[in-house]
């Protein structure tokens, strides 16, 4: 498995899993409401990487680098729990040096785990209710 910066070939894998791995996580938000045109949106002005392996796209961060901020990691259902989140993460924190903010909805347990288990320190909780969020960041 490689990581990699996108180029605009990559969008079509890209929109697929942004909008898979959203439809099935994401219990708290309406799926009928998200579409593949959402990744264009959600990661304008931002670098992406992703991760790779035999030529099929497995995942990516999307970066908001004059923050150093990581705005979106997502990885494709059916390769969760392989390293591509992990590896993803990493190759994301030494891209844009430390520290490094994100964001992670309350809601999403599962997310806000695999962030504390790599060293990552949930510092606020912020937003209005229905749509909370934690602020974590990683020095």
């Not at 991760?51 to 680098?65: H, K, R, T």
Request: aromatic letters at 10%; one cysteine or more; hydrophobic letters at 40%.
């Amino acid at each position: 498995m490689i990581t990699r910066e996108a180029s605009m070939k990559d969008y079509p894998q890209l929109r697929q899993i942004y909008l898979d791995s959203r439809r099935g996580s994401f219990h708290w938000a309406n799926a009928d409401e998200m579409t593949l045109d959402d990744f264009d949106q959600d990661t304008s002005e931002e670098q992406i990487l992703l991760a790779e392996e035999n030529a099929q796209v497995l995942g990516f961060a999307s970066l908001y680098v004059p923050n150093r901020f990581i705005h979106n990691l997502f990885v494709h259902p059916t390769a969760s729990g392989k390293g591509v989140g992990d590896l993803l993460l990493k190759r994301a924190v030494a891209e844009l040096g430390t520290p490094v903010t994100l964001k992670c909805v309350s809601e999403n347990h599962k997310a806000l785990s695999f962030y504390n288990k790599r060293g990552w320190k949930a510092v606020v909780e912020e937003g209005e209710p229905g749509a909370r969020y934690w602020v974590l960041v990683y020095e």
